[in-house]
């Protein structure tokens, strides 16, 4: 019998994505035919003419999928879909959607992965939440939730409640995003606790900053900001983030290595100093800059930005205020694409090296409890 597993979350960006990667990964050296599909998607991209989920178009290039990527992402929730389904929408058309593009996906595959979007209830306002699909593809459900530890167990009883009350078996957790000072005790205290509630932990996966980390380009699909600069260095990976509105002797030591500077364009002095530095790169300090974000859509003379440009420094403009821009940046999601082959390869590795797939496959060949 064909087997199916959907992957769901607690929250958004809890790492679903990641996790089913990993999975997909895992899956393949034990199984010829894998497939993929997300049936409902929140982020869209235009790939083949077709408006699809990113993380469909991620896994389909990086996991070499070969089916119709709109099979892999039937549902694109663009602007005013929410509105025009609570006016004129048709359920059954949406329904019939999915589960043709399922069937298509699911031909010949001895195992299908589906990953959902959002916490158990997201998709509701037009009846089709994650614990509805799930039951309407009759997969057991893995949900993904972050660490800590009381709020893990919390968010997902009140999940688990609403994949009950669909009928869909949940076989079990995986908690993603540990900080690794704290793993052990999260993940001795998390199996406890969860094991009171009769809940199987499947995984615990640590932290991984390199994830999180965006690159330049991420920066740049994500927000408004204009690159103001050649396109050298659009790949550089911020691990740091830096707001330059100091005295410029004193920004010296709050830079670390691969920082984002933040500072309004008519701070030369901050530019300049730590442009010297990252130009000198003392070993004992590493400072390094991953790149500048100018803020007040002030941009320096012409003499700065060729010495920023000559050190191969991409340089963002910004027309809000200084903290206005680097709250932006803060909130950004970070997602792979699929270009970011370390990422991917750390995904692969975390779901083998903390995830029990074996454990999985047992659970999802026995029958609904």
Known sequence: MQKRIFVAATRQNDGKTTISLGLIKAFRKRFNKVGFIK??????????????DEDSV??????????????????????????????????????DSIISSFERIAKRKDLVVIEGTGHAGVGSVFDLSNARVANLLDAKVILVTAGGIGKPIDEIELNMALFEKEGVDVIG???NKVLESKYKKVKDMLKLGFKRKGIDVLGVIPYT?????????????????????????????????????????AALEFIETDSLLITPGDREDIIKIVLTAHLLKK????????????????????????????ADIPVLLSKEHTYKAASEIYDLVVKIRPQDKEKTRIAENLVKNYVDVGRILEKIKQGRK
């Open 39 to 52: 049936p409902i998607g929140q982020r869209y991209v235009f790939d083949h003419g077709y408006k699809v």
């Open 58 to 95: 991620l896994i389909e290039k990086v996991c070499g999928m070969r089916c119709s990527i709109k099979d892999m992402s039937p549902i694109a929730i663009n602007k005013g879909f929410t509105e025009n389904y609570i006016k004129r929408g048709d359920h059954r058309k949406l329904v």
């Open 173 to 175: 957790v995986i908690i």
């Open 209 to 249: 900053p390199k994830l999180s980390n965006p690159t330049i380009q991420n920066i740049i699909e994500e927000t408004n900001l204009k690159l103001i600069s050649k396109k050298a260095g659009i790949a550089n990976v911020v691990r740091n983030i830096f707001i330059g509105a100091m005295e410029p002797q």
């Open 283 to 310: 070993p004992k300090r590493k400072i390094s800059i991953a790149g500048i974000i100018l803020t007040g859509n002030i941009v320096p003379n012409e003499k700065i930005m060729r010495l920023i440009e000559n």
